[in-house]
């Protein structure tokens, strides 16, 4: 649901410019566990990991709906 919201976001800013920079940022964010997880090279070590980022979980979800919910109140407010 994240993509199809960060894409429709990108395509309602109406500039190349700021769409990029929409999904720049969505990708960036997506990418995060993923640069998290460069240094991981033995099955403890990612263990670790994962139950780093299962903490971190709940902070997660949370900035997720509250960006979705900027990002629908500015394009409500410029439609209007």
């Known amino acids: ?11 309602l800013t ?4 700021a769409g990029a920079a929409v999904m720049t940022a969505f990708a960036l964010t997506r990418a ?3 640069i998290a997880a460069r240094g991981v090279d033995t ?3 990612l263990r670790a990991l994962a ?3 299962e ?5 997660a979800r949370t ?3 509250a960006s979705l ?10 439609a209007l």
Do not use: E, F, I, Q
């Not at 919910?69 to 410029?78: D, F, K, N, R, W």
């Open 43 to 45: 099955p403890d070590a």
């Open 63 to 65: 900035a997720s709906v």
């Open 14 to 17: 109406a500039t190349p410019l």
């Open 51 to 53: 139950a780093w980022l």
């Open 32 to 34: 995060l566990p993923a």
């Open 1 to 11: 649901a994240l993509t199809y919201a960060a894409l429709a976001v990108a395509l």
């Open 69 to 78: 919910v900027a990002a629908a109140a500015v394009l409500g407010a410029v």
């Open 55 to 59: 903490r971190r979980l709940s902070a």
